[in-house]
């Protein structure tokens, strides 16, 4: 059974960081892409950055804006998301997703399987 486990998530004040991570299992992690969505409250889910099974490659939302970093650790089976100079428009709850054609997309119909995502709540 594939499971993704999304951690990391949190209350923090503008400007602040966090560091996503999202553990996975039941799954030959190394050979797929993962990707982080997040949905703000009566919004719909949106793609936030992906990367691809080697971990190589990387594609961002535009408003991320060099302020998020996707990385990929196949010995440790997780996928982080480092999220710098937060903003309250980046409150949410942030979800991983894994894609196993490895190439990684912005398209949330193309993953194959979601965590159940964690809150990040950031304070003006």
């Known amino acids: 059974q594939v499971q993704l486990v999304e951690s990391g998530g949190g209350l923090v004040q503008t400007g602040g960081s966090l560091r996503l991570s999202c553990a996975a299992s039941?799954?030959?992690?190394?050979?797929?892409?993962m990707g982080w969505f997040r949905q703000a409250p009566g919004k719909e889910r949106d793609f936030v950055a992906a990367?691809?099974?080697?971990?190589?490659?990387?594609y961002y939302a535009d408003f991320v804006k060099g302020r998020f970093t996707i990385s990929k650790d196949n010995t440790k089976n997780t996928v982080y998301l480092q999220m710098n100079s937060l903003e309250p428009e980046d409150t949410a709850v942030y979800y991983c997703?894994?894609?196993?054609?490895?190439?990684?997309?912005?398209?949330?119909?193309?993953?194959?399987?979601w965590g159940q995502g964690t809150q990040v709540t950031v304070s003006s």
């Open positions: 039941g799954l030959t992690f190394s050979t797929y892409a």
């Open positions: 990367i691809n099974w080697r971990g190589r490659r990387s």
């Open positions: 997703a894994a894609d196993k054609t490895g190439w990684g997309t912005t398209k949330q119909d193309e993953y194959d399987y």
